[in-house]
Nanobody
Framework: QVQLVESGGGSVQAGGSLRLSCAAS?????MGWFRQAPGKEREGVAG????????FYADSVKGRFTISRDNAQNTLYLQMNSMKSEDAAMYYC??????????????????WGQGTQVTVSS
């Protein structure tokens, strides 16, 4: 069983930065961040293979967001820089505990956190 608890959400001005954290327990093969804005579908933001540390990103955040993990602390991070109004959403930490190729298709992830809200003001 995997448990995920996000923190670090809040309000930031456009152009600013915010770091999200996700405390995890249980075996995880991949972890990722997803977001969902009101009236929109959940979309993948970034993912990371826990073993290798290899990362992958949505085109919309490449060069601005960085996903990382601290295996010793069982914590996942999302550093968000140069934030835009379109980054405002509920952000969810996700994990999957089975192997294969990880991607940002939400249907392939089997554990989810409760979400943390991010607001971006212009």
């Amino acid at each position: 069983q995997v448990q995920l608890v996000e923190s670090g959400g809040g309000s930031v001005q456009a152009g600013g930065s915010l770091r999200l954290s996700c405390a995890a327990s249980g075996y995880r093969y991949c972890m990722g961040w997803f977001r969902q804005a009101p009236g929109k579908e959940r979309e993948g933001v970034a993912g990371i293979y826990i073993g290798s540390g290899s990362t992958f990103y949505a085109d919309s955040v490449k060069g601005r967001f960085t996903i990382s993990r601290d295996n010793a602390q069982n914590t996942l991070y999302l550093q968000m820089n140069s934030m835009k109004s379109e980054d405002a959403a509920m952000y969810y930490c996700a994990a999957r505990n089975y192997g294969g190729t990880c991607n940002l298709n939400s249907g392939t992830w089997n554990y989810w956190g409760q979400g943390t809200q991010v607001t971006v003001s212009s």
